[in-house]
């Protein structure tokens, strides 16, 4: 047996190697090394077992989407602890942890008699390895001596022939567990030790189909108790928040028949509560005591859910902790477009191993804020006005009669039906630089300057002062504070008087006139009646509601103190934000550490820096997007403004294909005139990712989106699938990189 570098240890007692050394000798560095499955029992047994005679390749990938073994002999079988698998195809397997024999334990049932003695019969075994990214065994040696067994769970996908693999949706994976014997106690608690230093949850349980002669206990060749061997994390602890109704009513059979058993085994603490109704998920995130869940709460249903969840968090009075709180999802629902899109999973194994894995992705959150009202709702998603919307609205009627059918019984009668929808829209589109993550040379002041000299004077002159969160959209929506429309609100050239003016362009006129540009455009209907195919309106959509079972209200005036004490310059965190590769926290493994997010990760929001305040300086506001506003108006059979690429599960179809969840941008889609040619043409080239070669489609990166429905226009917005009366102008807005989901965007696990 031999004991490698740095991790060698007392050869009966292993010397748990403490997490912040792992982290620096890089054990931690790749996607979900910090927390990851396969799961070790450590069992006690002793029986006679057979080496795998087989030369085939096993090739039983733990959480890992590639073929792990390319570097590995043929004779080699092997597991990977650690998913991503970039380094696996280029011949690094990561450093040797431990290298030793190992029988493997093929039988599927041992009995008494032969596990509960120290075997000393000659046992065919082979030499394996323990490395930082698998355990790899291979040739056959043969080894004299008493034997103790573990067993590694891994979730291998399945594979499938190249031919089928085209029909096939996405590769599913099942659980394999791998019984393994080691040559002594001794030798069986390093094994364990070495995946305990991987950041493997070990269960030091009796193994659940053990009895209890063979329980853990006897393996251990030591005094302490196992839990204090093999003390390589804290449980995680979450909140599980369960919509029983969510697809089809299925979401519980999926939770408890193949998530629940995934979390055990990697030793999650989870307290679990189903919804009993709508806006059940919204009170429990916004009054839950974090405490309780400081790890994280895991939603299991669809899109729906995880906004309810998003802005249950939201409201809390402390919205930093709020937000500090990540979402783990659990694709149970309808459709479930966010994680598909961010995490790249839409299996709910794959989707719990990604959250056993660990990581955390940064997503951007838009809040919707209705401008008279200063009612706000945030999502991740997508907001949509016009056809779409009025679809949701309509299938709410045929929710008993026609269940998921629903969407498509009332996306028929609508497109017979179809209303012409006209909007007044504003949007500031994203500069380059602010796609690129630079910011302009030019020297302008940032809306969160603006926030600073509304707040200023707020407080010397009594200028209404809104709510924070509240403020920040009203730093583009001032007349609201001001309590007048923002299109009778009269025009000011001044921002140090009206700052409303020049962060919005409120006066399209002048607007149009000082950019130069005529950018109204009103274009006639064109109506080219078609029979209605059956092409399915398949936005991203969870769920319609009727419009007056909606709780949502504006943030109050409570939330002040938390987003205003954060007092730190937009400009900065921004720019900062996206020059980055990555959030700082997204590289340190997370669940042994304390998540204090909202320390290392302040929320930050436009807000008075605490030097202004004190300096009582006074800047020369320029604002940056004075002139950048764009006004269209006219009939638009939808609009969409998209936060992320919007795929959908059920089909191909990428709505914003050049969507980020991550990109402090939001992608505007204007599918512009009426009649229902257009919307069967757009729908069709949709489905062939074609729809944005149309010449009736816009589309924009935008920083933030006005609309305003037209009169006598009946008109809906939704929301991550949930329908809001349109009865004003709306304007959505972006919180760069305001929820964490947990887990690792595909482009992060290599
Ligand atoms: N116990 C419950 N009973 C009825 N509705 C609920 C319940 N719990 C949550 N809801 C509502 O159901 C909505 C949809 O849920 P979710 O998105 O999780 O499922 P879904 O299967 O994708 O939905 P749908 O198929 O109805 O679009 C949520 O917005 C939520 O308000």
Redesign the pocket.
Known sequence: MQKIGSLSRASNLRVTVPQQSLRRMGLCSTGGGQHTSPVVFPEKRGSKVKAPSSRQHLNPTSMTNDDPLKSKTPDEHGIDIIGGGGDEKSDLLGYVVYTGKLVLDKRKHVDEKQSSGESTTQEASVDAKLTSKALVWGSNITYITGLRHFTVHSYPEKKVSCGLSCFMKGQKRSRKDFRFVASSKEEAVQWVGGFADQQCYVNCLPHPVSSKKQASSELLPIDPPPELIFRCKNPPRMLVIL??????GR?SKVFYGVVEPIFKLAGFQLEVV?????????KLASSVDISTCPDGII??????????VLNGLLSRDNQKEGISIPIGIIP?????SLVWTVLGVRDPISAALAIVKGGLTATDVFAVEWIQTGAIHFGMTVSYYGFVSDVLELSERY?KRF??LR?FVAGFLKFICLPKYNFELEYLPALKEDQEGRLSDREVVDVSDLYTDIMRRSSKEGFPRASSLSSIDSIMTPSRMSGGDPDTTCSSTHASTEPSEYVRGIDPKSKRLSSGRNNVNAEPEVIHPQNPLSTTPNWP?????SRNDKGWSGLNATNDRAWGNTAINDKEDISSTMSDPGPIWDTEPKWDTEPRWDVENPIELPGPSAEDLEAGTKKELIPRYEEKWVLVKGQFLGILVCNHACRTVQSSQVVAPKAEHDDSTMDLLLVRGSGRWRLLRFFLRLQMGRHLELPYVDYIKVKSVKIKPGKHCHSGCGI???LFPLNGPVISSLLPEQCRLIGRSPSHRI
Do not use: F, L, M, W
């Not at 939603?299 to 309810?308: A, L, P, Q, R």
């Not at 149970?332 to 479930?336: K, M």
């Not at 959509?541 to 509601?545: N, P, Q």
């Open positions: 919509n029983p109704r969510s697809g089809r979401s189903k919804t009993t109704s709508a806006g059940h998920a919204k939603c299991v249903g669809g899109d729906g859910i995880i906004n309810e149970a629902g309808s459709d479930n929710q269940g998921p969407y959509r969870t769920r319609s509601k991550d699938g949930e």
